[in-house]
């Protein structure tokens, strides 16, 4: 408990100076004891492990085919698979246990089909598919002895699918300690999916009709954090005077003074829903050198509804949350517009010239997202108690070794200003994505092509997240509670769910392809550009998140794309050895090579708060928490030259917002970039002629052959001690042996 700097017990009125002991609670001297020591004397950074992974893998498939007449087919198949894999906690237990830890699937698939050659020039095929998974993850520490037990903290659930190990526990500025906040959870998706093709064929035209229905049914729990989440970043150990450091959130931490707690209480889902799709095709030969690819495809996907109707959603209008019913079961209404259109072509200018080109138009029918855009998991069946804590002398201020109140999850004690709700508007989009392209291939020379084409796509009406009740930003003093600044005062968080997205695609795509003599080559080398203004949920790498930094600022957010890839370039060669053919050992080898090259992870600043500078209570991005970003002053990108691995950023030019009515930065997103990535793989192999008509082929295959160290991107989180470090790179040099018996 000895600190660097002063720190003031805001309960007591007591100042420790620094460098002198702090009196830690029980429960904070316990679980700092279980952290591992330093394994380097750096401030940050500065515990390194050899994480270990397991996955075990088991699967089989079965496939019967059966001529049932010269005009009739068909088959049959059944697929297996298991697997199991573990994600050794970057911490061990029992202080530490975070990541996925185990997380499991089970996948069963059965598909069936007829063909009927109905004559010369028709064809119908029926094909009809189920698949159940059971997939899901628990944490490390399920099963250990419960918080109440081993670390005196109450109000937490005894249920053996929840209890166990230390609950979450989240300092600004260090590691996560305790479990996954959202761990465990579970999906279990069950499909029926059959399907009905026509195709026939009339002179220059091969017309095509066919019609699908899918219904799926999914068991879900994902709802956290089930078993606690305790946040200290509000610094209420700094003296008067004092400038911020994250040292005080770990003093905050000592003395239990938690600025936020969370808990939700157990609850399963069974969601349904309906997806019918339809189109029409025509493939039609105008004449020699022109052929068009003409279609319209129409989509109608029923929003997901719940089982027992154990659904609810937030109006506006009456500021109440409305029940489904058998008559309202959806509580959205359903997008009945979807229709898209699909145009090709392909024109021979001449024997060695085509062009080509293309437009149609797809739509998105399901968001996997966390739970957030699922209205069943809402109050208040559904109770996400978030309580945000901004002063410890405030009479309802409760410690961390004071536990969770009773009844906090109780649905019948329902409390909406401390419970984060869902809302879905009425008006709900189905999100749609044009795709179009331009193409001119030619031949250079006999078995060489050159591709040169303009590929791109747009997206409207894609799934965000944000808090609809989003306070005002604080006075300049920070004096104003969370709940005295929000708009809707009778209500805490309330999670929108709203399809605000949008994003763009442009880019520039090259391709040589060819073979000369022995030598198979493609070099294929793409420039673009993606924007948008938002990150998908759970797709949201290095400081992205599916939510704004200001909801009222949407603006702000288009931006470029965290999935920006400025440029890529890959070079394959594949070489027969010509050498030593009559040999049976030393002729008959293959060399392949495939080098890639692109540009680095973008990245987004951003910080993480004191309690006097939030507007929101949501602490999960898959929920709508806001995404701070801090104030550029100047370039942050340090010269290559002082680049380390430690410092890769200029942190002077990144700064921290110090004024609690100015919360928002003026930091863009993903306005930094991480080092581009090289990596060269490699692969000899041979068949060898075993028996009469059976063979063995041999591989040997090196990935990142080199063994280059590619970084993955550095720390963007300006609160963060490990600021502008980075601690993770692209997989070393990875050899393995191959072999395949082929009979």
């Known amino acids: 408990g000895v600190l660097s700097v002063a720190v003031r017990n805001p309960i007591t009125g007591v100042t420790y100076p620094a460098g002198t002991p702090i009196p830690m609670t029980t429960f904070a001297a316990k679980v700092l004891g279980g952290v591992p020591n330093p394994t380097s004397a ?43 894999i573990f994600d050794q906690p970057l911490l061990p237990l029992p202080s530490g246990g975070a990541g996925n830890g185990l997380t499991y699937t089970t996948n069963k698939q059965l598909a069936t089909g007829l063909t009927w050659t109905k004559s010369d020039h028709e064809l119908v095929e029926f094909r009809f598919a189920w698949s159940r998974t059971v997939a899901g993850k628990n944490p490390p520490g399920l099963g250990l002895p419960g918080a109440a037990e081993e670390y005196g903290i109450t109000g937490l659930p005894t249920d053996a699918r929840v209890a166990g190990g230390l609950p979450t526990q989240l300092t600004t500025g260090f590691a996560d300690l305790g479990r996954q906040a959202t761990n465990p959870q579970w999906q279990y998706p069950t499909v029926f999916n059959p399907k009905l093709n026509y195709t026939r064929s009339m002179g220059r035209h091969s017309l095509k009709v066919g019609i699908e229905f899918q219904h799926i049914e999914t068991e879900v729990q994902d709802v956290n954090p089930l078993y606690g989440r305790d946040t200290y970043s509000g610094q209420f150990t700094r003296p008067t005077g004092a400038a911020a450091n994250n040292v005080y959130n770990l003093a905050d931490f000592m003395f239990g003074l938690r600025s936020q707690y969370a808990l939700t209480n157990f609850f399963i889902a069974n969601l349904r829903q309906n997806l019918y799709f339809g189109y029409v095709q025509d493939d039609f030969k105008v004449n020699s050198k022109l052929t068009l690819n003409l279609g319209v495809r129409y989509e109608y996907a029923t929003p997901q509804w719940e089982r027992d109707n154990n659904a609810t959603n937030y109006d506006p209008a009456t500021k109440t949350l409305v029940k489904a019913t058998s008559s309202d079961r959806y509580l959205v209404d359903p997008d009945k517009n979807n229709l898209g ?177 022995s030598l198979t080559f493609l070099s294929s080398l793409t420039l673009s550009k993606a924007k948008d203004n938002g990150a998908g949920s759970l797709e949201n790498p290095n400081g992205n998140f599916p939510a704004p930094q200001d909801f009222n600022n949407l603006d702000a957010e288009y931006s470029t794309s965290a999935f920006d890839q400025p440029w890529n370039s890959t070079i394959s060669l594949v070489w027969q050895v010509p050498f030593f053919k009559s040999n049976k050992v030393l002729g008959g080898w293959q060399i392949a090579a495939i080098n890639n090259m692109w540009a680095g ?118 609160s963060s001690a490990a600021f502008g470090s980075t601690t993770a790179t692209y997989d070393p040099r990875q050899v393995q042996l191959g072999a395949k018996f082929i009979f």
């Open 341 to 517: 259109p699909r145009l090709g072509f392909a024109y021979a200018i001449d024997p060695k010239t085509v062009i080509r080109g293309g437009y149609g138009v797809a739509f998105i029918h399901f968001h996997r997202a966390g739970g957030a855009n699922l209205l069943p998991i809402n109050g208040p069946q559904v109770i996400t108690a978030v309580v945000s804590q901004s002063n410890p002398l405030d009479p309802t201020f409760r410690t961390t070794q004071q536990g969770y109140p009773a009844d906090l999850t109780n649905p019948s004690k329902f409390n909406p200003l401390l419970a984060n709700i869902t809302y879905m508007p009425r008006d709900n989009k189905t999100t749609s994505i044009q795709s179009f392209f331009l193409s001119v291939q030619r031949e250079l020379v006999k078995n060489v092509v050159v591709d040169l084409a303009y590929v791109g796509n747009q997206t409207k009406d894609s799934l965000l997240f944000a808090n609809y009740n989003q306070a005002r930003p604080n006075n300049a003093a920070g004096s104003l509670s969370l709940a005295a600044r929000r708009p809707i005062p009778e209500y805490g968080d309330i999670t929108y769910s709203f399809n605000g997205g949008k994003s763009r695609y442009n880019s520039f795509q090259m391709r040589l392809e060819g073979r000369r003599g």
């Open 42 to 84: 750096s401030a940050a950074s500065n515990y390194q492990t050899l994480q270990q992974f397991t996955n075990e893998n088991n699967k089989y498939n079965g496939k019967v085919d059966y001529q049932v007449n010269p005009s009739l087919r068909a088959f049959a198949r059944y697929g297996y698979r298991k697997s199991d």
């Open 601 to 718: 992870e973008a990245v987004t600043f951003q910080y993480t708060p004191a309690a006097a500078f939030s507007v929101s209570g949501i602490a999960q991005d898959f929920r709508g928490a806001n995404n701070y970003r801090p104030n550029i002053t100047c370039d942050p990108n340090l010269p290559p030259d002082q680049r380390t691995v430690a410092q890769y950023f200029n942190a002077s030019c990144v700064q921290i917002p110090t004024d609690p009515s100015q919360p928002f930065g003026n930091a863009g997103r993903n306005s930094a970039r991480g080092d581009s990535i090289y990596q060269l793989d490699m692969a000899l192999s041979k068949s060898f002629n075993v028996f009469k008509d059976n063979r063995i082929e041999l591989r040997v295959e090196a990935f990142n052959v080199l063994n280059k160290t590619n970084f993955r991107a550095p720390n963007g989180n300006r």
